[in-house]
């Protein structure tokens, strides 16, 4: 690996592998290709022909809100291959997928490594702790960011339809004195599109999933007309209700009152919707889902066994609960969703979820936490 750089400049020599190979995988080939730098995919799953166009072909695109692309170094199923020699290792895999990429990445990480995660999800501390026990030490950096930069879906095997991009969006990074350069990366490879700010650690990112407060309330509370409708059913306009809409805001306001407990300032639900989306007067979350702003008007689809309960509660919901409730603080609207949740799909999602004995922090003080993802 050559670690050459100059502020907000990254040197043509970096490398960088994209391990996954779904939506935001491929979309990240093409922006990053797009800038001119070597970027291998790595395929997780199947030889499909999809993949093997993609190998032979060595491009990338996107559409939509969002044109361009570019060659790529290659694609493979091997994870060594992907990874020998890159500077950047790019996880870009839903959060449930987390566990068997990392068991799979850690045995080949070189000294000098960047990792970035995305969606981060408590990653930085998961990655850790799975090095940990698999007796791997390497002086490596991680980043975090919330969310995509985009909502995208491919398109065909070597295109990708971005339906909206972000305007801004936060990343931290541990050691925290790293993030600085990190941040150069990727407002280097998104520069005129999506702009990086800095976030005071990966706290910060972990908490500031805003899937939390968008998510789990929605599905609930319209549990039979999502069963009875799912096809037609549109999460955002049919399910955020102006009542429902205040129901998220309480519960949106118990995750601000957990990071402040925790030391972290966290924007509030509506804030960053403006902040990904475009800035407007709306005063309410079902208002600004309701705007010219909001990228949710063509999202049709919904189940009720699907991702934004089955993800977003063990993985979001459930660790953000149970540091409350480490620091000493009731959180009984994310109880409520977790237990609700666990209900219905017949799965314990708080013992089955993102623990803190799964991210090593079980027997840890608040404080020991907070320098461990700082």
Known sequence: MKNKEVKGIIMKNQKFAVLGSGNGARAWCAQIAAKGHPVMMWEPLEETDDYKKIREEKEMFLE???????????????IAEAMDGADHL?????????????EKMIPHLEDGQNI?????????????????????????????????PYACRIDKYNTVMVFKRKFQMKM???????????LDVMNDIFEGYVEYLPAKNLLEIDFENINYTLHPFPVLLNYGEIEKNGKSY?????????????????????????????????????????????????????????????????????NIMG?????????????????????????????????????????????????????????KSIDEIIEMVS
């Open 64 to 78: 939509g809100d969002m044109s361009l692309g570019g060659k790529l170094a290659g694609a493979t199923m091997d």
């Open 90 to 102: 790019l996880v870009i895999v839903p959060s449930f997928a987390h566990k068997p990429i990392f």
């Open 116 to 148: 970035v995660v995305v969606p981060g999800n408590f990653a930085g501390l998961r990655l850790r702790r799975m090095m940990e026990q698999m007796g791997v030490n390497k002086d490596i950096t991680i980043s975090e960011t919330a969310s995509m």
């Open 172 to 182: 931290g990074t541990s050691p925290n004195n790293r993030n600085a350069e990190m």
């Open 234 to 302: 549109r999460h955002y306009m049919d399910g955020i209700t102006p009542e429902i809409s205040k129901k998220m805001w309480k519960m949106d306001e118990e995750r601000l009152a957990i990071g402040k407990k925790l030391g972290v300032d966290l924007q509030d639900c509506l804030s960053q919707l403006k902040m990904y989306y475009g800035q407007n007067d709306t005063t309410t979350i079902y208002d600004f889902v309701q705007s010219e702003d909001s990228p949710y008007k063509d999202l049709v689809g919904q």
């Open 307 to 363: 991702r934004y309960i089955a993800e977003d509660v063990p993985g979001v919901v459930v660790p953000i609960m149970l540091l409350a409730e480490k620091a000493g603080m009731d959180a009984p609207i994310s109880r409520l969703v977790a237990e609700l949740s666990s209900l219905l799909h017949d799965k314990d999602y708080i013992n089955g979820g993102t623990t803190l004995e799964l991210l090593g922090i079980d027997h």
